[in-house]
């Protein structure tokens, strides 16, 4: 188990380590950026065919929220708690 356990390690570091050494590059990074793109592109138009209602509502409430919409406002003021509730577990213990 634990020899099973080092070679995996030992190929996790291999990996990063060649990983690193190709995005060293400012050409590699902006290969991967593009692809990356073409690759989210094709999803959600994959998405939106499947189930073109739901792409409408997105499109329908991107960048105006409505403020009665109860679920949505929820939504927004738990992650805000979740940063002030962060905020102030960090500074407790300082």
Known sequence: MAKRL????????????VGAKYFSKQENRAKAM?????????VVSLWCEQNPSACEDLVEKAGNPDPYDLGDSRMVSEGAMYS????NKEEQQQ
């Open 6 to 17: 080092n070679s995996m390690l030992v190929l996790g570091l291999g990996v990063a380590g």
């Open 34 to 42: 593009d692809v990356y793109q073409s690759v989210k592109d094709k």
């Open 84 to 87: 002030v509730d962060y905020y």
